[in-house]
């Protein structure tokens, strides 16, 4: 894979990197920043996958479909048994603890991990535990970064109502729940010990499929939990737009004012509109998070490869400002423009030329079976199988 994939591509990009017009991590794509079919995994859970990859299966004719369909097929199973021996663990836990309290908290988590991910959540803590459970698991087994929980209140609200009304569930134990994934993120990069970048986003507010405003007891138990946490990693990305209430947005102030540096605010009202143009269908574009940072894709339809390569806007206007010869400052605007046009097809073509090799040296057949497209098409995400697929370059002025 090195000498023929990653290699080349680093061989390929060492002049702009050495000259400074470029900042990379010498990837041929961008491994981190992905979101996952979260909508999926809770509502069908893997058992779901497995069926309808079954059955495209026995439509397949094409030995590359066959083969795509069942490595998705195996890795789906392999992942139920290591929920299976995730819950085993649990149980035995259980059978050992001395407390009462602690011997009832290890077999919440068997019996959560006994039903999810392999079928669908039947909980607000199930569902909570899908997201968790498949963003570290398959970001391990298939060497990605799976960098946001997604967009947690709109996904999770619905079974915290259920909860709520059968009387399983208060705002208060669910609000204990968002306290455990902060500090589960933070502890697992010892955060109050050294300074790592972590990657890590949940969203909030936005809006549903249909355009329904999203704000509810979730949007705000995660901004309550921030402030009496004071958590210092996963980075809360808050969806707002003009038709939001001014209570979100006061509460959204409240943290700032407070100086808790881990929100990142988006405008609905732009970037849906841009996500459109772009094309993408306004369902799928109201469906909006953010990858590891503040960039956006589309939970569910969209692989976006991105936070690999920075281009240096700086370095290209010095080069104009060097080497130009404009006679007035509007001449010299449009040189530089058209510098920064050039160097970015330039980019964009090594891109696309290494990033068409990606199914061959690295493909993911278990990401690809939580997002829309793969198995309707048959294909892996590297390959395209996604309802959407783009990359992104950053443009920086260090």
């Not at 981190?32 to 859970?45: C, E, Q, S, V």
């Not at 549903?208 to 996963?234: F, M, P, Q, S, W």
């Not at 808790?260 to 609905?268: A, F, G, S």
């Not at 469906?287 to 240096?312: F, K, M, P």
């Amino acid at each position: 894979t090195a000498d023929l994939w990653l290699t080349p591509y680093e061989n390929d990009m060492k002049k702009d990197f050495s000259d400074g017009r470029i900042h990379c991590w010498n990837n041929p794509v961008g491994f981190d920043h992905f979101t996952l079919g979260y909508d999926t995994i809770i509502a069908k859970g893997f058992s779901g996958i497995i069926r309808d990859a079954q059955e495209a299966l026995e439509h397949s004719s094409e030995e590359r479909e066959k083969e795509f369909l069942e490595a998705l097929i195996s890795s789906c199973k392999a992942l139920i048994r290591l929920a299976n021996r995730f819950s085993e663990k649990a149980f035995f836990l259980a059978e050992k603890a001395t407390d009462s309290s602690e011997r009832e908290h290890y077999r919440k988590i068997a019996l959560a991990a006994k039903n999810v991910p392999e079928n669908p959540a039947a909980s607000f803590y199930e569902a909570l535990c899908a997201i968790v459970f498949c963003r570290e698991a398959i970001g391990s087994l298939e060497g990605i970064g799976v960098s946001t929980y997604g967009h947690i209140d709109r996904m999770l609200y619905p079974y915290y109502v259920h909860d709520l009304q059968n009387g399983s569930i208060t705002y208060d134990e669910m609000k204990n729940c968002i306290h455990i994934l902060f500090v589960y993120t933070d502890e697992r990069f010892e955060c109050r010990k050294a300074y790592f970048e972590t990657s890590t986003t949940m969203v909030i507010g936005g809006c549903l499929e249909d355009g329904t405003v999203c704000y509810n007891d979730i949007t705000k138990a995660v901004l309550e939990a921030v402030l009496e946490g004071r958590y210092v990693d996963t980075k809360v990305n808050c969806r707002i737009s003009a038709a939001h209430p001014t209570e979100y947005i006061e509460k959204i102030a409240e943290v700032q004012a407070e100086r808790i540096p881990i929100l990142v605010v988006q405008n609905d009202d732009v970037l849906i509109p841009s996500r459109v143009k772009c094309g993408r269908s306004l369902a799928d574009a109201r469906l909006y998070v953010s990858g590891g940072c503040h960039e956006v894709t589309l939970q569910n339809t969209e692989l976006c490869t991105r936070a690999d390569t920075w281009i240096n806007l700086s370095r290209i206007l010095l080069d104009c400002m060097q080497n130009g010869s404009a006679p007035t400052f509007d001449a010299f605007y449009e040189q530089t423009l058209a510098a920064i046009k050039r160097f970015l097809l330039h980019v964009m073509e090594t891109k696309n030329r290494y990033e068409k090799m990606w199914c061959k040296f690295d493909p993911l057949p278990l990401y690809s079976a939580t997002m829309t497209g793969c198995i309707e098409k048959r294909k892996d995400a590297t390959e395209g199988g996604t309802r959407y697929a783009s990359t992104e370059l950053s443009l920086m002025s260090p």
